[in-house]
């Protein structure tokens, strides 16, 4: 059975920098992409970053380009997130997910298979 396990999230201020982890258990092939999403009160879960787990491509939204990180350690299972630069507005819970499936919007969370439970991180001003 695939489990995802989120870590990392915390509470930091304003321009601080945190690194989650998503550590993969239940499986020994290659999802065809993972991703973080989060999701803050009250919002649609959107997603943040994800990677191709075969080529290593990587895609971010917008609103964190340049200061969020994605990348995957295969022989650890490992997917991880770098958030530099943290604002307020990026408090939220943040998920990571995987997926078989190459169609669609790669940032599209009805595109995931799995998911993790989520992790906290607040970004006080």
């Known amino acids: 059975q695939v489990q995802l396990v989120e870590s990392g999230g915390g509470s930091v201020q304003a321009g601080g920098s945190l690194r989650l982890a998503c550590a993969g258990f239940g499986y020994t092939y290659t999802f065809y992409q993972m991703g973080w999403f989060r999701q803050a009160p009250g919002k649609e879960r959107e997603g943040v970053a994800v990677i191709y787990c075969h080529s290593g491509s990587t895609f971010y939204a917008d609103s964190v380009k340049g200061r969020f990180t994605i990348s995957r350690d295969n022989a650890k299972n490992t997917l991880y997130m770098q958030m530099n630069s943290l604002k307020p507005e990026d408090t939220a819970m943040y998920y990571c997910?995987?997926?078989?499936?190459?169609?669609?919007?790669?940032?599209?969370?009805?595109?995931?298979?799995?998911w993790g439970q989520g992790t906290q991180v607040t970004v006080s001003s």
């Open positions: 997910a995987a997926t078989w499936n190459p169609n669609g919007n790669s940032l599209d969370s009805g595109r995931y298979n799995y």
